[in-house]
């Protein structure tokens, strides 16, 4: 059975009350956890980023499914070591439930330690360069590194997991996603047009080939952001207010700061969320939508409602969509 978890959106939610949200919607049938990675969030009306380091093992103290970040850049604010020192860790203490999620990065996160903010080809090839420095340390062996983008002097993980967690990369285009089915162990990606999935999903599936994978076998992980409510009306409400960067047709990874996407947000109407998220008040439309994805080929969905009515969702959820969906 595809397995539905939720994203935990740290951007969102002080970590105290995010971890209540884990433990209530692990309780009503869902599994698994996929925790945003940010220093700053969105809009400054979501107010909140805590480093999510420390909230995945919480998360994980507090749960029973797998969990990981979605995801983290290894290539500016965190060297590969330490990502890698970190994924290693949550491992070896809670074995066959972590995964580490890595993507190429965002301004918003990722420009604050003031380096040269690169275009996108070269911040794809730091994240490549990075996945094979952290794939070397998690043999456990004694590693240097000496490539384009990152230098290592001799060192290894001294505390090591029987068996290193998977790697899964953020992928939404036909490059990256080639690349991904070659050197990654599955793939994530954002709810987009079917038409774009199943490119996406075509090229993972022939870069897995290339490097004598089955890509049937290979983990999918969708990110999916929706907005429930009781009426159709507080629905939008809580999109325009809370998550006006769904409604944003544009590429964001170069945008500095939570201000100048409240300054866009003003721009953004209510039309501009259609065919980019669900927003309804109907639990059988938002159920439609995962099992498409579901149909799509994905093995586990993390969604997200934008809204603050997360325990009043989560329970709605529970008994009217889980139940329902099929392989």
Request: some cysteine; charged content about 25%; hydrophobic content about 40%.
């Amino acid at each position: 059975m595809a397995q539905v978890g939720l994203t935990a959106a740290l951007e969102q939610f002080h970590p105290r009350e995010m971890i209540e949200h884990a433990e209530l919607a692990e309780q009503h049938g869902f599994r698994g956890q996929m925790a945003a990675d940010h220093v700053q969030p969105w809009v400054p009306v979501q107010g909140q980023a805590p480093f999510v380091w420390n909230v995945l093992t919480a998360l994980a103290e507090h749960t029973e499914g797998d969990f990981g970040p979605g995801v983290a850049c290894p290539s500016f604010r965190m060297h590969p070591m330490l990502i890698a020192q970190a994924s290693a860790t949550l491992e070896a203490m809670y074995p066959g439930r972590h995964w580490l999620g890595l993507g190429s990065g965002e301004a918003l996160n990722e420009h604050v330690v003031a380096g040269y903010w690169p275009e996108a080809p070269e911040r794809v090839s730091r994240l490549f360069e990075a996945v094979e420095v952290i794939k070397k340390l998690f043999t456990g062996k004694d590693v240097k590194h000496d490539g384009q983008f990152f230098k290592l002097h001799k060192m290894r993980l001294w505390t090591m997991p029987d068996t290193p967690p998977p790697i899964y990369i953020a992928a939404a285009g036909p490059v990256t996603s080639k690349r991904t089915g070659a050197l990654a162990d599955g793939i994530i990606t954002p709810a987009a047009p079917l038409s774009k999935i199943e490119g996406i999903l075509a090229k993972f599936g022939e870069g897995a080939r290339s490097a004598g994978k089955d890509p049937d076998t290979m983990p999918k992980l969708l990110q999916m952001h929706l907005s429930w409510a009781p009426t159709d009306e507080e629905a939008m409400a809580n999109a325009m207010e809370q998550w006006p960067n769904g409604g944003m047709k544009f590429p964001k990874q170069d945008i500095r700061s939570p201000w100048d996407f409240a300054e866009m947000a003003k721009l953004v109407r209510e039309e501009d969320f259609d065919g980019r998220m669900i927003i309804s008040s109907d639990p059988d439309v938002h159920r439609a939508e995962i099992q498409k994805f579901i149909d799509a080929g994905f093995d586990r969905i993390y969604v997200h409602n934008v809204g603050r009515n997360q325990e009043e969702w989560i329970k709605v959820f529970g008994r009217e969509v889980l139940p329902k969906l099929v392989d």
